[in-house]
């Protein structure tokens, strides 16, 4: 959305811009030709004025004064405004109702984001094994480790993002000293007690071992 833009002490951008607004100066400075769809006729105009009104994006919202000036268009914006959120999905199968295609295709979406997570932020990539079932065990680990990613955050009804954050206070401790070491963990917060509650996961005793 086009919005305002203040103008910059050292030679910056002024919103709405004037017709004397040119590289150079003054007035008629850079003047410029037509600018395709609603030319600013008239009064000699800038090249700047005129590559915002042939912009494809931002062309649509300014319109030209009776004095020549740019000003933004409030019916444009609102016109813009009133589509915003919302999206168009093409189907060949007119008995499913929106709601069906709105989900079916954002599982879409959720399965290309799934792919580019296996091949990034699972670090299928690169597989230094040579043997076979060593890459069979490589990539079935991979999937499984998002399969579960996928399973925490149905169950939490939330992302693994923030599922992962609220788990990662938890922490072990390995105390050492001349008797022996223990393995002790972390008291978890409430925002993980509830993580683990939601996915069924009993609390971690407070010692693991003692050695």
């Known amino acids: 959305m ?11 951008t002024r919103w709405p811009p004037r017709l004397t607004d040119a590289p150079g100066g003054g007035p008629g400075a850079a003047r410029s030709g037509a600018c395709g769809p609603g030319d600013l006729a008239g009064e000699p105009h800038t090249k700047r004025a005129c590559a915002l009104r042939a912009s494809r994006r931002y062309g649509k919202y300014p319109r030209q004064t009776q004095g020549g000036r740019l000003v933004i268009s409030r019916e444009a914006v609102r016109a813009e405004e009133s589509l915003d959120g919302k999206f168009v999905v093409h189907t060949n199968d007119d008995t499913l109702p929106a709601e069906d295609l709105a989900l079916g295709y954002k599982q879409l979406m ?11 932020g699972l ?7 040579r043997a076979e079932h060593r890459i069979r065990a490589h990539v079935a680990l991979a999937v499984l480790a998002l399969l ?12 693994w993002r923030n599922i992962r954050g609220d788990l990662k206070q938890i922490k072990l ?6 008797h022996g ?10 925002p993980a007690l509830k993580r683990l509650k939601s996915l069924q996961i009993k609390k971690p005793p407070p010692v693991l071992r003692m050695a």
Do not use: I, N
């Open 2 to 12: 086009l919005g305002r833009v203040s103008e910059t002490p050292a030679g910056g």
């Open 110 to 120: 959720r399965v290309e984001e799934a792919w580019q997570t296996v091949k990034s």
């Open 123 to 129: 670090r299928l990539r690169p597989v230094y094994h």
């Open 148 to 159: 579960l990613e996928q399973v925490a955050e149905h169950t939490c009804a939330d992302t």
């Open 173 to 178: 401790a390995q105390l050492s000293s001349p």
């Open 181 to 190: 070491e223990v393995w002790q963990v972390t008291e978890p917060r409430q």
